[in-house]
Structures are given as structure tokens and as C-alpha cells.
């Protein structure tokens, strides 16, 4: 498999650039928010030894293009969240999109614009035609944000086997495809 190449990407509100060392306390930080390993595979409770093999697993990825980790940026490039490509299959077109943000970023947007930005490039960029975000049924917040990113709900619940044991069922897959009806528009900057 072709090597993934992170990119450097802004919509003038976030950004999405490669994951760095410089962003482990960050990570560890926001990690330690019990509602991201409640909805992720994030080992709880988390450390800066967990940050960095994240980032070495992250690379590794992508040099075997499989998948991409980036940062997700405020307009001063602080770290406030992560979103990727798993399961990147460029033969077929498909990849899944999985996401996660701080808690003082939600609320504001910013998943969307970080899914709309990595969509946006992954098409031209990657070929891929058909993307997925597979919230859990619980998680009302990340259904919401699939939604508003244009990702419909297909009816369709999943199994995921990499989820920890009894965490594995009721996965709800939001489907996108190239040439669908474009995703709602991402919310205007919160004024300062």
C-alpha cells in the first residue's frame, strides 16, 4: 500500500495538521476526560507514555496507508482535538472516519469543520468515494455531529472488533458518498 501523506489543512476557524510531540500534554490532558475513553479505545486512566505510542502507532499507519491520525487546531494551531482515517482501502474507495475532541473545544463546531476539511481533501487527494462514521447509538452528541456533517444514518448498526470486549455491538453507521447532497454548512466562528 501507497504511504498516507498527513496534510496541513485550514477552513480560517480550525486546522488539521500532522499529530507532534509537542501535542502529548495536550492529548494526555484531554484524554483524562472520562467521556473520551468512554467512547473510544483510549486506555483510561491515561499517561504520556500512552500519547506517545498513539503517535508512533499513527505514523506507522500511515506509512503503510492504512490510516491517518492529524491534530485538530485552533486558529493559534493549539491542539484540541484528533480526527483520522481508519481502514483506508483506495482500491474500493472507502475509509472510516473517527474523531475526538476536547471538552473546552465542543460545542462550538468544531467536529464538523474538522470532518468537512478531511472529507474534502480525502476525495481529490486519496480517490475515496465512500466514507464512514460509526458513532456509538448512545452517543447522542457524535450522532449529531455525523448528521450535521452529511453523514444520514444508513439503519445499519455495526459490530466493531476492535472496541474493547462489551464494547463491541450497536454502532450506528453514517454513511457519506461522493456526489450526495453537499453536508450542512459548518457554523460560523464564535465571536470573541
Known sequence: MEALQPPRLTDGVIGLRPLEDRDVPAIVVACRDPEIPRWTRVPSPYTP?????????????????LGLALAITDEADAFIGTIGLMDVDRDRGTAEIGYWIAAPARGRGVTVRAIVLLRDWAVPDLGLTT???????????????????GFPWTGE?????????????GY?????????????????????
Not at 466514507?131 to 456533517?149: F, G, K, M, Q, Y
Not at 450506528?172 to 461522493?178: G, I, N, S
Open 49 to 65: 507514555e500512552d500519547a506517545r505510542a498513539y503517535l508512533a502507532i499513527a505514523r506507522a499507519d500511515a506509512e503503510v496507508g
Open 131 to 149: 466514507l464512514d462514521i460509526l458513532p456509538h447509538e448512545d452517543n447522542v452528541p457524535s450522532r449529531i455531529v455525523a448528521e450535521r456533517a
Open 157 to 169: 448498526l455495526a459490530t466493531i472488533r476492535r472496541m474493547p470486549p462489551g464494547r463491541q455491538q
Open 172 to 192: 450506528r453507521v453514517h454513511r457519506w458518498r461522493a456526489g450526495q447532497r453537499p453536508a450542512t454548512s459548518p457554523p460560523p466562528a464564535a465571536s470573541t
